[in-house]
């Protein structure tokens, strides 16, 4: 049995560690610990983490800008998957985000990750075929 509990800035570390762990997730220097710290305190309870015992196993963060939510960083650790874990995590990050209104969420999912295309797919999430995403790095490397 596994619980989803507010990801703080403590679970830092182990947060990291997971990602790191994990094939498929991208990494940047906007993941510093500052960064971090930064994002939690400007959208409070609304990154969350799926806890079995003291371990965490999976964590989602999420934020918005007033209008549209935005999810990152979902990763549930290889040997608790296909558990629902994932699912929770997503379901408890839209509840917390429709409680402050915002009722549409956007992820980015890398082309290659088939895995995670057919996760968003049977979560009834809808693939944009019909927008480009252009980014811009201002003063900053390029794994800004
Ligand atoms: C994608 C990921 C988060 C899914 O986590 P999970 O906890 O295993 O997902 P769930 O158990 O909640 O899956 C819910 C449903 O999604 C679908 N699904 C999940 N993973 C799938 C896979 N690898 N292949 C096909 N369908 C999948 C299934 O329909 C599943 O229901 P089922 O197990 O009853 O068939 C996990 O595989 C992961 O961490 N992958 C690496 C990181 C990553 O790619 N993150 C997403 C970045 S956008």
């Not at 990801?7 to 610990?33: C, E, H, Q």
């Not at 003291?54 to 960083?73: F, N, W």
């Not at 874990?85 to 402050?100: G, K, T």
Request: net charge neutral; charged share 25%; hydrophobic share 35%.
């Amino acid at each position: 049995m596994f619980s989803i509990v507010p990801m703080t800035i403590d679970d830092y570390d182990s947060v990291m560690d997971l990602l790191r762990k994990t094939p498929g997730v991208t990494f940047r220097d906007a993941d510093s610990y500052e960064n971090t710290r930064r994002y939690l305190e400007r959208n409070p309870e609304l990154s969350l983490l799926a806890k079995v015992g003291d371990e965490t196993v999976g964590c989602i963060m999420s934020g918005h800008d007033g209008r549209r939510g935005y999810l990152q960083h979902l990763v549930v650790a290889p040997m608790h998957r296909r558990k629902g874990i994932a699912n929770a995590l997503v379901e408890a990050c839209l509840a917390r985000l429709a409680s402050l209104g915002i009722t549409k969420s956007h992820i980015d999912v890398i082309r290659t990750n088939l895995d995670a295309q057919k996760f968003w797919e049977k979560q009834g999430w809808n693939l944009r075929e019909d927008i480009y995403r252009y980014s811009f790095i201002r003063n900053g490397g390029p794994d800004s």
